[in-house]
């Protein structure tokens, strides 16, 4: 199973980016994906947002509520995050990662699969 990021850089605040996750080797439509970040000095996984197999649930943190938005595209076996109105305290490495069971969707250790990362970096 491979899961590949894309879309990060350098943006200012205010600014908008788009991440993208295309993943491979797995059935794409049966897994819950989710976006995590790390920020610099940190060594945890920070949920962002998540979205259920078929896009009927979604959650978001509460720092990002009302700026991103996550959807999902099955037939393109990739998952999106569009962050609007980025501000110096969304920058952080960004994960997708992928769920076959779980009982809890914002806890990074649900998810079995992970991508590289793609690193955004907002200027203030």
């Known amino acids: 199973v491979q899961l590949v990021e894309s879309g990060g850089g350098l943006v200012q605040a205010g600014g908008s980016l788009r991440l993208s996750c295309t993943a491979s080797g797995q059935t794409f439509s049966n897994n819950q994906m989710g976006w995590f970040r790390r920020p610099p000095g940190k060594e945890e996984d920070e949920f962002v947002a998540?979205?259920?197999?078929?896009?009927?649930?979604?959650s978001y943190s509460e720092s990002v509520k009302g700026r991103f938005i996550i959807s999902r595209d099955n037939a393109k076996d990739t998952v999106y995050l569009q962050m609007n109105s980025l501000n110096p305290g969304d920058t952080a490495v960004y994960f997708c990662a992928s769920a076959e069971t779980y009982s809890d969707v914002t806890d990074p250790a649900e998810y079995d699969f992970w991508g590289q990362g793609t690193q955004v970096t907002v200027s203030s």
């Open positions: 998540t979205i259920s197999r078929k896009g009927r649930d979604i």
